[in-house]
């Protein structure tokens, strides 16, 4: 597929090259071919783009705009990612390596994020609420928090961007939008969308570049109001740091290291299958991936048996090709990350039951493959068990009790998700009300959709995306009180 994209920056309403000129080559993670060369910004462009997203917010028409005109618009980007679904899961799966399938899936739910803010746009006009004062009106209003800086993730490109640019837009902000540097191409064709919808210039901005230039620019300027971050625990802390200048509001996600508890009751080929997919799809560059399996003693062994044998079977290899079910990792760097993960594995005592290393497949040699990994004879002292580690492994440990099995699920500084299979439906609801996570899936895992909200507790982040709750990350509330019959008080 041939695909006509513009390959620049989108600042002010304009598409540009960096100032500095410098640009960053954008390769295929299953070749290392250079799939596209696009400009790399700096501290320079970011303050433009800011620039821009300030006059717009506060001189421009867009924050005042009537919310059904901007949900009318945030329809039609909706409408235009279905129109060029092809186009869009082609670019996600040569950018990211993942199954085209799995990318054309994203574009359903990427388009349905849209459609979900457009129609509660004009949902959240505010209230009027009771007064003490007689002949008074007491109301409450919602408006936009300002100039927004977003941050997303190389793992679900424009599935991430659709969680914050959507709610963003829907509430009348402004935006800077910056992506990872090593997956930007859905990123540029979106943004031509959002120009084709009619969004006014100014409004929503697009840098691209690193972290540490464009990203920490965007956290530390004093004219960008709120930060919207999704990545790894350790960035996340140092936007916490830098969006203290002006004490930002924040949203963050920050990943997880997510448990799947396993009772004997469960339907066991269910609970096969979908501990299978809590992990391995896009292999397992999921922050919700349900990498620490918790499997009740009776059923261990052939529940571990099961899982190794279907492992076995993955067919490993080109997102494009019909037959693929995993793809490769993001990058040499992460692959080496993965390595050095599943070494400490072994160092620290688990036992390998499958995969743990590369493939020998001479065709996967380009590649940044990894093959499924299983771990067992896991404790939770274990780097593997607590550290988040990004890739296609799966940590077991053993249960005999319940209240075991929820204090194994709990035993983490992340808090973002978690899974319980069971047929007892009151076990079920038990567990799902102590275990301290902001989704809890119940004999089902990964299942996202845009009216539930997402994000954690714990070091797994602030705040929540999707849902209601993520119109109101991009809300200020407002009380507004008039007196219709003032009299003077004589106090003084």
Same mark, same amino acid.
């Given at each position: 597929?041939?695909?006509?994209?513009?390959?620049?920056?989108?600042?002010?309403?304009?598409? +540009?090259?960096?100032?500095?000129?410098?640009?960053?080559?954008?390769?295929?993670?299953?070749?290392?071919?250079?799939?596209?060369?696009?400009?790399?910004?700096?501290?320079?462009?970011?303050?433009?783009?800011?620039?821009?997203?300030?006059?717009?917010?506060?001189?421009?028409?867009?924050?005042?705009?009537?919310?059904?005109?901007?949900?009318?618009? +945030?329809?039609?980007?909706?409408?235009?990612?279905?129109?060029?679904?092809?186009?869009?899961?082609?670019?996600?799966?040569?950018?990211?390596?993942?199954?085209?399938?799995?990318?054309?899936?994203?574009?359903?739910?990427?388009?349905?994020?849209?459609?979900?803010?457009?129609?509660?746009?004009?949902?959240?006009?505010?209230?009027?609420?009771?007064?003490?004062?007689?002949?008074?009106?007491?109301?409450?209003?919602?408006?936009?928090?300002?100039?927004?800086?977003?941050?997303?993730?190389?793992?679900?490109?424009?599935?991430?961007?659709?969680?914050?640019?959507?709610?963003?837009?829907?509430?009348?902000?402004?935006?800077?939008?910056?992506?990872?540097?090593?997956?930007?191409?859905?990123?540029?064709?979106?943004?031509?969308?959002?120009?084709?919808?009619?969004?006014?210039?100014?409004?929503?901005?697009?840098?691209?570049?690193?972290?540490?230039?464009?990203?920490?620019?965007?956290?530390?300027?004093?004219? +960008?109001?709120?930060?919207?971050?999704?990545?790894?625990?350790?960035?996340?802390?140092?936007?916490?740091?830098?969006?203290?200048?002006?004490? *930002?509001?924040?949203?963050?996600?920050?990943?997880?290291?997510?448990?799947?508890?396993?009772?004997?009751?469960?339907?066991?080929?269910?609970?096969?299958?979908?501990?299978?997919?809590?992990?391995?799809?896009?292999?397992?560059?999921?922050?919700?991936?349900?990498?620490?399996?918790?499997?009740?003693?009776?059923?261990?062994?052939?529940?571990?048996?099961?899982?190794?044998?279907?492992?076995? *079977?993955?067919?490993?290899?080109?997102?494009?090709d019909e037959d693929t079910q995993m793809g490769p990792l993001?990058?040499?760097?992460?692959?080496?990350?993965?390595?050095?993960?599943?070494?400490?594995?072994?160092?620290?005592?688990?036992?390998?039951?499958?995969?743990?290393?590369?493939?020998?497949?001479?065709?996967?040699?380009?590649?940044?493959?990894?093959?499924?990994?299983?771990?067992?004879?896991?404790?939770?002292?274990?780097?593997?068990?607590?550290?988040?580690?990004?890739?296609?492994?799966?940590?077991?440990?053993?249960?005999?009790?319940?209240?075991?099995?929820?204090?194994?699920?709990?035993?983490?500084?992340?808090?973002?998700?978690?899974?319980?299979?069971?047929?007892?439906?009151?076990?079920?609801?038990?567990?799902?009300?102590?275990?301290?996570?902001?989704?809890?899936?119940?004999?089902e895992f990964n299942l996202y959709f845009p009216h539930a909200?997402?994000?954690?507790?714990?070091?797994?982040?602030?705040?929540?995306?999707?849902?209601?709750?993520?119109?109101?990350?991009?809300?200020?509330?407002?009380?507004?009180?008039?007196?219709?019959?003032?009299?003077?008080?004589?106090?003084?």
């Amino acid at each position: 597929m041939n695909v006509n994209l513009k390959l620049k920056q989108y600042i002010n309403g304009e598409w +540009v090259d960096a100032n500095s000129e410098n640009t960053r080559t954008i390769i295929n993670p299953f070749n290392q071919e250079t799939i596209a060369i696009v400009p790399e910004g700096d501290e320079t462009d970011t303050k433009a783009a800011i620039a821009a997203a300030r006059e717009a917010f506060d001189h421009g028409e867009w924050p005042t705009t009537p919310a059904t005109e901007r949900g009318a618009i +945030v329809r039609k980007i909706a409408e235009f990612i279905e129109r060029d679904k092809e186009e869009l899961a082609y670019l996600e799966s040569l950018d990211t390596g993942k199954t085209v399938e799995e990318s054309r899936g994203d574009m359903d739910d990427i388009a349905g994020v849209f459609r979900y803010y457009a129609e509660i746009a004009d949902k959240n006009g505010g209230e009027i609420i009771d007064s003490p004062v007689p002949n008074s009106i007491s109301k409450v209003v919602h408006e936009p928090v300002g100039v927004c800086g977003q941050i997303t993730p190389w793992n679900y490109p424009l599935l991430q961007a659709s969680w914050k640019l959507a709610p963003a837009l829907a509430t009348g902000n402004t935006l800077i939008m910056k992506p990872s540097e090593i997956t930007p191409l859905t990123h540029i064709k979106v943004f031509e969308l959002i120009e084709e919808a009619g969004v006014p210039a100014g409004v929503a901005n697009l840098v691209l570049g690193s972290g540490a230039t464009v990203g920490a620019e965007l956290s530390s300027n004093e004219d +960008v109001d709120l930060i919207s971050f999704t990545g790894g625990i350790v960035t996340g802390k140092k936007i916490m740091q830098a969006a203290s200048s002006n004490v *930002k509001k924040l949203a963050l996600e920050l990943g997880g290291k997510n448990p799947n508890v396993i009772f004997a009751d469960a339907d066991f080929d269910l609970a096969v299958d979908q501990a299978l997919n809590g992990v391995f799809f896009h292999a397992g560059q999921i922050c919700s991936a349900g990498t620490r399996l918790i499997v009740e003693e009776s059923i261990h062994d052939e529940f571990v048996n099961a899982l190794v044998e279907r492992v076995k *079977k993955f067919k490993l290899g080109s997102g494009f090709d019909e037959d693929t079910q995993m793809g490769p990792l993001i990058s040499a760097e992460h692959l080496a990350k993965v390595e050095k993960y599943v070494e400490a594995g072994v160092e620290e005592g688990a036992t390998l039951a499958v995969g743990g290393k590369r493939p020998e497949d001479p065709e996967l040699q380009n590649g940044f493959f990894f093959l499924p990994t299983i771990f067992t004879d896991c404790t939770t002292d274990m780097t593997v068990v607590q550290e988040e580690g990004f890739g296609p492994v799966i940590t077991v440990e053993k249960f005999t009790k319940e209240e075991e099995a929820v204090k194994l699920a709990n035993d983490s500084i992340y808090g973002l998700a978690g899974g319980v299979f069971t047929n007892d439906i009151a076990k079920a609801e038990r567990c799902a009300a102590k275990m301290r996570m902001g989704t809890v899936w119940i004999n089902e895992f990964n299942l996202y959709f845009p009216h539930a909200p997402w994000g954690g507790y714990k070091q797994s982040g602030i705040g929540r995306e999707l849902g209601k709750l993520g119109i109101e990350e991009y809300t200020e509330t407002k009380h507004i009180f008039q007196n219709l019959k003032p009299e003077q008080i004589n106090w003084f």
